[in-house]
């Protein structure tokens, strides 16, 4: 007898391993490792989807007691070997269950969502309510949430009578795309006798029939019919009934990208400087030897090429190549260049995708119709097999670190799969991860260096304005004389701008003047943020919104005020200084709509916009001739974290911003505004010098006992109940401190930053450790006894990225 191993949709402690079930004489054949299946689990025998990890064969005896698969998902795996070798080794290094593991390595469209569903067996036994509740139909699918309590209620009586079923379902959360064609079924002398005898009284179907007369062989989408000559849905419905013609469906891919908008390009010659690197690499490309490379290269080095010419390599070869990008770099200029350069053989994945269209590029992946695939994080687990080159552009991002489970660094996924293809990896970065860099230094990576821009271009001159004196000139508390002069000079020449802010809404918090009351989230320990264009106040960290207050809510003062700036304002103040400047606005809220991130970067880029102004998401990859102003309006809001990567953070996204000044022939010029200009990150930001800086936070960190020089482990408690948190948490301090050497450091249990998020209080402790042989085993044996505290929740973060 067939017994498959299923790793079941039901991520919690006590179900985070294989159950056993018995492989039915139908399915035999049919059934291999890594396809989905849907099984019936627990007491009710609900049905789940699952993940076949092994099939054995076993005594007939032996299998009595167990249950059966009761659907086969898939034709074809949907997990490789290496995808199911991949998650084990995923699993263990992130503390995580194996099913997010898997899930996470497939589509979003391929997770089976279970519904609900109740069948009405005995018509005759329920009241006029349920009847209704039924209308014509046998079944309904069952919401709660949208049931009066009452209504609930009678369905849960009429179950208990055996008149309703409960029933579960599971179904694929996107299927191929089906658009109407519609095909004519007339001749032309046949159209035009009923245009005569005026059968057809709707002048447009006249056209429609005729056109399809004339074409016989043509099936069109129905949708291009009612747009280019006006017909309606209902006059082809009509139509159809009369045979006129003949509507059909048909499966279509949907696509990533159109590839008509884009332009081919060819190869550039390399500089020399460009060709040493790429020498280097490709020949490990052709030895598929599993080198990883530290790409270290200022701002306008041409990194971009080198990767372009490398993809090719690996295709001359027939092998296949990954590229990934920080989510934001994924701009149409880096989509252009790849797509403009190896056409329809890329796939793209991102997050501006529609769940079906993901799941069609994951398909032309796994079928080996792409060769080239280009995505943000979760694309480190694209399905590609036979991999020649993997490349990881900005390394240093923190967005490469997912912060829910499984919490994976894609640059660990993509060292792994390099490993198992044997095939190198190139990480890519003007200013590279301390981590990283420590490693080229120790020779774990091999370390390549592009010093200048091409052409010799030089970096852009960067000044620093000090607000504190600013303030004596300036009336105006965001914009120093200096920027706005500097602005002004550049709307005159036609040039373009760009201005970050990395706060968004329009002011971060209210204040009232008489009692001091700040307006809070009620479910977060944070203060709302005014968001004038919707005129709300939001949480940014649950999403809580209530109406502006136009008076303190705790004593009824009128004298309420809005302080702190946002993006919103910048926006505002911006357009009345200069009020024909075109400005395009950037940041969460108006990239929100399916593919508007484009489209303000593509209409920055034609230079239809003179300012772009935005957050964090506008300081990389973006390579515009015209732009020769970079302005930072305020660089303290990233150096006043309370964390030890404040300074790096804040190093890395200025030198990120400034390098997209004077990437061209025209001079660029950055003018940074803030209240710290003495701070080293800052000092060394100005000379974009990474080679001082990386030696100057070298020094801290070590004095510190920080990373790179300490590994690190974040245990993190979140509850309900504030007491609750804080004695679990004191309990597995006092533990760590039995098995912990004494070479290794304990940091807390302390509050975390924000000690309250959606009503959860939150408490952490930090490990920093250099060889703890016993540590892991005592997080695993902790991860598993946790499933007993159901009151709170156990987060362990390995090498977080921050201590926040
Ligand atoms: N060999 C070459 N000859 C001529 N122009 C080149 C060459 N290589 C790259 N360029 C051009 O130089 C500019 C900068 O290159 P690219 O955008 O690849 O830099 P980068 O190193 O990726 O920069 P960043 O880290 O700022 O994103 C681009 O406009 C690119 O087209
Ligand atoms: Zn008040
Ligand atoms: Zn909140």
């Not at 698969?69 to 290094?93: F, G, H, K, R, Y």
């Not at 700036?565 to 505002?572: L, S």
């Not at 990386?694 to 590994?711: I, K, N, S, V």
């Amino acid at each position: 007898m067939q017994v498959a191993a299923v790793i079941v949709d039901v991520p919690a402690r006590q179900t985070d391993r294989p159950f056993s079930y018995v492989v039915g004489s139908e399915l035999s054949g049919k059934l291999t490792v890594g396809m989905r299946v849907i099984v019936p689990f627990g007491r009710g025998n609900r049905l789940i989807q699952g993940f076949v990890v092994g099939i054995t064969e076993k005594p007939l005896a032996e299998t009595s007691k167990l249950k059966k698969i009761s659907e086969v998902q898939d034709l074809t795996p949907v997990l490789n070997p290496e995808m199911l070798a991949l998650a084990d080794w995923l699993a263990a290094t992130t503390f995580s269950f194996k099913i997010s593991c898997l899930q996470t390595m497939i589509p979003n469209g391929l997770r089976g969502k279970s519904e609900k569903i109740v069948r009405l067996l005995a018509p005759e036994k329920v009241d006029q309510s349920l009847k209704d509740f039924f209308g014509q139909k046998a079944e309904q699918q069952l919401q709660p949430a949208k049931l009066s309590a009452e209504l609930f209620r009678k369905l849960q009586q009429a179950r208990n009578a055996g008149s309703v079923e409960l029933l579960y379902q599971v179904k694929d959360q996107a299927r191929p795309r089906q658009v109407r064609v519609v095909q004519g079924l007339l001749t032309t002398q046949q159209a035009q006798a009923l245009k005569k005898q005026q059968r057809a009284n709707a002048h447009q179907l006249l056209n429609v029939l005729d056109f399809l007369a004339k074409n016989p062989q043509i099936t069109i989408q129905q949708q291009q019919l009612e747009k280019q000559i006006g017909v309606s849905a209902a006059t082809i419905r009509t139509a159809a009934a009369k045979q006129w013609l003949k509507v059909d469906y048909q499966v279509v891919k949907r696509s990533a990208y159109d590839l008509t908008t884009i332009s081919a390009t060819t190869a550039k010659k390399l500089t020399s400087a460009q060709q040493q690197v790429y020498q280097q690499v490709a020949a490990a490309i052709q030895q598929q030897t599993a080198t990883s490379f530290l790409l270290e290269g200022v701002t306008g080095s041409g990194k971009t090429e080198i990767y372009l010419q490398l993809m090719a390599a690996a295709l001359a070869k027939k092998q296949n190549a990954l590229l990934l990008v920080p989510e934001i770099s994924l701009t149409p200029q880096m989509v252009a260049q790849v797509v403009g350069r190896f056409g329809k053989q890329v796939a793209l994945l991102h997050s501006g995708l529609s769940v079906g269209e993901r799941l069609d590029e994951w398909r032309r992946i796994e079928n080996g119709s792409a060769t080239i695939i280009v995505g943000a994080r979760s694309a480190v687990f694209a399905p590609i097999k036979n991999l020649g080159i993997i490349i990881l552009d900005e390394e240093h991002e923190s967005s490469y670190a997912q912060d829910n489970m499984p919490r994976y660094h894609a640059r660990d996924v993509a060292l792994w799969r390099s490993r198992y293809h044997h095939c190198p990896v190139v990480l890519g970065s003007a200013t590279p991860s301390l981590e990283s860099r420590a490693r080229a230094q120790k020779g774990v990576y091999h370390w390549l260096q592009l010093p200048e821009r091409i052409n010799t271009r030089p970096l852009p001159a960067v000044s620093l304005v000090d607000m504190r004196q600013a303030a004596q000139t300036s009336h105006d508390s965001d914009f120093s004389n200096e920027l706005l002069a500097a602005i002004k000079q550049r709307l005159v020449k036609q040039e373009q701008i760009i201005l970050l802010l990395n706060r968004r809404g329009y002011a971060t918090f209210m204040m009232c003047r008489q009692c001091g009351f700040v307006l809070k989230c009620p479910n977060c320990d944070i203060s709302l943020t005014l968001h004038k264009d919707q005129q709300v106040m939001k949480c940014h960290y649950c999403g809580h919104e209530e109406p502006i207050p136009r008076k303190c809510p705790a004593c009824g003062s009128l004298k309420i005020r809005f302080y702190g700036t946002g993006t919103q304002k910048i926006q505002e103040k911006l357009q009345k200084y200069f009020a024909t400047a075109r400005i395009l606005r950037m940041d969460v809220d108006t990239t929100r709509r399916k593919g508007a991130h484009q489209q303000i970067l593509q209409r920055f880029g034609r230079h239809q916009a003179d300012i772009l102004l935005g957050t964090q998401m506008i300081a990389k990859g973006l390579d515009y001739p015209d732009v020769t102003l970079v302005g930072v309006l305020n660089a303290d809001t990233s150096l006043s974290l309370p964390d030890f990567r404040a300074s790096e953070q804040t190093f890395q996204l200025l030198t990120q911003v400034s390098g997209r000044a004077g990437r061209a022939k025209k001079e660029g010029k950055v003018i940074i505004q803030t209240f710290n200009p003495q701070h080293y990150a800052l000092q060394f930001a100005k000379k974009q010098d990474y080679e001082k800086f990386y030696a100057y936070e070298m020094r801290l960190r070590h004095q510190g006992d920080y990373p790179p020089y300490y590994f690190t482990i974040q245990i993190a408690v979140n509850a309900v109940s504030e007491p609750a948190a804080v004695k679990y948490l004191f309990k597995i301090a006092h533990e760590l401190k039995q098995i912990l050497s004494p070479e290794a450091k304990l940091l807390g249990p302390v509050p975390q930053m924000i000690l309250r998020i959606k009503n959860h209080y939150r408490y952490h402790l930090i490990i920093k450790f250099k060889h703890e042989p016993q540590l892991l085993d005592y997080l695993h044996h902790l991860l598993e006894k946790s499933q007993q505290q159901k009151a709170v929740q156990l987060i362990i973060i390995r090498e977080p990225t921050n201590f926040m």
